[in-house]
């Protein structure tokens, strides 16, 4: 009997999905050897169909997406409970990413936002707001419930592994496969929990060829705003990399494009929180001593929370942002 | 909430990252001279204020500090010669980022103190606990 397989997309872009039908002709040998038993994008699952298996008898769950409402999180415990093992499978899973941008703000904000201030709504549909259960003619309708904070996955069931990347690099992901296939048709023994796949144990800077000088920063700028020498480390230039609080494993892609790394590879090997790094990183290139010019440097980065959790706020250590003091009193 | 706890009885507990050169030799001075200082600073003892990485201080916030003091040795004098210039910037960075996370910066200070200033720790901290009873306790949103 072939070993099954499962793929599933909770909050996430789909980008994931793409990256895996990416692998080209390896998707052959995925689809060869392992028995597809649930995955919604590409073919027709129901959700029925996984409720009905015996726990334990999904071999491999790839889950993409991070927690944002109900119904992801009950997928995540439903597959947890199927899955012998369970892989968070990209940067949203993992670390939350692009949707944990959504912890800048909460629930009601969110709400009012959409559903009170967005210019596109008609005046008609303002202030209407969705509720988990309506009841119509032909009978209840139900969805999902908005969850306040976004979580990654392992912060609501247990995780054996992780793919790092926004998304993963198809190398990264042919590599993996071919571990995994190799693992199971030789009997080989499973890396050990916990273990982060596809991906380097350095950090981008160490996988980075350009040539670096001592850093004095003045002035740190945004790509927009300067044309930057394609060979020399562009933290010397100004432009935030985050290739210092970054973990290897993309082959430093984005700075072969001459843009700085942006950290969707998550925080490197020890490294609890992505922001805390690069607040590390930069503090060592800013060149002054005064604490009111540290502090108009530092004021040239713009948004850098934003900037350095992009990809990391659910899995940092705060998890989001605080309520403001002041709004309390 | 915090007011509540502000009247039942609520100590603050300040989490104090001292370098062993300067402060952690000021706050003994301190003890020694039998100088009141605050008694909700818990002092963990580092080789230079520049080895207090920041993650350090998010995660004493996270686990339950309400203020975190940083004390290293006065500039020019630090026995790596330049680890405090370095936590001065982290330090400025991170009041910042604090600010930006909805944190109150004045939760986090730092001080230059040396071997001899027993007076100024215990000033300082007794000081710096009155400002955080002022903020109240520290809470995080889930
Ligand atoms: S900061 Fe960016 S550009 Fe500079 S060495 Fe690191 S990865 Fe390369
Ligand atoms: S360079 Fe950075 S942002 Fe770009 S793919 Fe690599 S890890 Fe992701
Ligand atoms: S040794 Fe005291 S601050 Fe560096």
Redesign the pocket.
Known sequence: MKPKLALYWASSCGGCEIAVVDIEAKILDVADFFDIVFWPCIMDFKYKDVEAMPDGDITLTLFNGAIRTSENEYLAKLLRAKSKVMVAFGSCAYEGCIPALANFYDKKKIFECNYINSPSLQESSKNVFPQTHTQMPEGEIEIPEFWNTVKSLDQVVDVDYYVPGCPPQSTQIIAVVEAVIDILKNGKPLPPKGTILGAGEK????????E?KEKKIKKFYRPQEIIPNPD?????QG?V????A?RSGCD?LC?KANM??RGCYGPPPNVLDQGAKMVS?LSSVIDSTDPKEVRDIIKTIADPLGTFYRFSMAHSIFHRVQKMEEEEK | MSEEKKQNGWNPKIAAFLCNWCTYTGADLAGVSRLKSSPCVRIIRVMCSGRVDPSFILKAFKKGADGIFIGGCHIGDCHYSEGNYKTLRRIEFLKIFLEDFGIDPKRLRLEWISASEGDKYAATTLDFEKQIRELGPLTFMN
């Open positions: 950090t981008i800077c160490e996988e980075c060829t350009r670096r020399e480390c562009l933290l010397d432009i990399c985050m290739g210092p970054t430093a700075i700085g790394c990183a």
